[in-house]
C-alpha cells in the first residue's frame, strides 16, 4: 500500500487540475491502474472495487481529483496561490443564497468548454456546505 501510495499514485495525479480526464474511456484507464492493484492485495481478489476501496480505507482516484480541484479554487480564492482568476471565474460576496458566501459564477466563453477547470469545479464548489468554506 505504501509504495503504491508513494510511487504510482503520485504519478496518476500528476497535474490533475490542469489536465484531468473528462472522457470515460480515460477516466476508466485511469482508474484500472488502482483497481488491478487493490485486486493484487491478498483477501481482496473476489471483492468489488468499491469494497475494496473501503476496506484499505482509500478514495477512487476519480474523488481525489475532484478534492484536488476543489482544494485548488480553494488557495486561488484565499489567495494561497497567486493565479488570475478575471478570465475564469466570477465571484459574488451573495449573502442571500443558502451554504457559504464564495459563490463561483463562469464567464460565458468559457461555459462551451466541457473539460476546463471551472466547468468541473463550480457546480461542486457552489453546492459545498457553509461550514466546509470557511476563511
Request: proline share 3%; glycine share 2%.
Amino acid at each position: 500500500m505504501t509504495a503504491f501510495k508513494v510511487y504510482v499514485r503520485p504519478i496518476l495525479e500528476y497535474c490533475s487540475v490542469v489536465r484531468n480526464p473528462y472522457l470515460i474511456k480515460d477516466i476508466r484507464a485511469i482508474e484500472k491502474v488502482q483497481k488491478r492493484f487493490t485486486k493484487r492485495i491478498p483477501g481482496m481478489k473476489n471483492a468489488t472495487y468499491c469494497q475494496s476501496l473501503t476496506k484499505l480505507h482509500m478514495e477512487s482516484l476519480e474523488v481525489r481529483r475532484l478534492r484536488l480541484d476543489l482544494l485548488h479554487a480553494y488557495k486561488v480564492l484565499f489567495g494561497s496561490v497567486h493565479v488570475s482568476t478575471d478570465d475564469l471565474l466570477i465571484t459574488s460576496d451573495d449573502n442571500s443564497r443558502r451554504g457559504h458566501n464564495f459563490k463561483l459564477y463562469m464567464l460565458s466563453h468559457i461555459a462551451n468548454q466541457c473539460a476546463s477547470y471551472s466547468n468541473r469545479v463550480i457546480r461542486v464548489w457552489n453546492n459545498l456546505p457553509g461550514d466546509k468554506v470557511d476563511f
